[in-house]
């Protein structure tokens, strides 16, 4: 139970470190919001595509819609790219405020700290965790941000078209909010056990 409890603090604590390191919160939103952008063009053009192929005649092949589409995949591209862009600068600016953090710190250690461990380890600790922290922010918290938005949209643009195809498609509403449901409520339960 103390170490269950002792995780919690971690948890706590390591949010309360990255804060103290002041990230750009606008570099942050524009990151996710070119991360949502991305991520709704991506849902946005399968749903334009299957348009364009239901009706498809050499009659109804217009410049005008290639050119969206085209568009459309340099809007996607540009966005993803950008975010990819903003997310990584945000993860090595808190990285590199961390280990001016620490290495202050480790100055400011008495000698006798120096005598009891070894400086090479001290140094690669250093080194490592924050490598760590920097994978964390750059990689796992942007896959999960955007797993869940195309998770949320693509359910979303699932339902729509449902809806168009088939008005009294019972089924698939149920199911879609029954794992909605089971989604939220494992959400919930991991964010209570971390708290």
């Keep these: 139970m103390e170490k269950r409890q002792q995780e ?3 948890f706590r604590a390591f ?3 990255i804060q103290t390191t002041q990230p750009s919160k606008v570099v942050m939103v524009t990151a996710l919001s070119l991360s949502l952008m991305a991520t709704l063009v991506n849902l946005a053009v ?10 498809f005649t050499l009659a109804t092949l217009h410049k005008t819609t290639i050119a969206l589409l085209i568009e459309a995949f340099v809007a996607q591209t540009f966005a993803s790219g950008f975010s990819i862009y903003f997310i990584n600068h945000t993860g090595r600016t808190i990285v590199s405020r961390l280990r001016e953090r620490l290495w202050k710190k480790l100055l400011a250690l008495p000698i006798s700290y120096y005598d009891r461990y070894r400086t090479g ?4 600790r250093v080194t490592n ?3 760590i922290v920097k994978s964390l922010i750059t990689e796992q918290v942007a896959n999960f941000l955007n797993g869940v938005i195309s998770m949320i949209g693509s359910d979303r643009f699932a339902f729509i078209f449902r809806l168009e195809n088939d008005a009294d498609d019972v089924h698939f ?4 909010i ?3 449901t089971f989604f939220i409520h494992c959400l919930l339960n991991n964010l209570s056990d971390n708290d």
């Design 46 to 55: 399968p749903m334009f595509t299957k348009h364009l192929v239901d009706g």
């Design 173 to 176: 509403a149920s199911t879609a």
């Design 121 to 124: 380890e001290t140094v690669s």
């Design 129 to 131: 965790d924050t490598a």
């Design 15 to 17: 949010f309360r470190l």
């Design 8 to 10: 919690k603090l971690d």
């Design 178 to 180: 029954i794992s909605k």
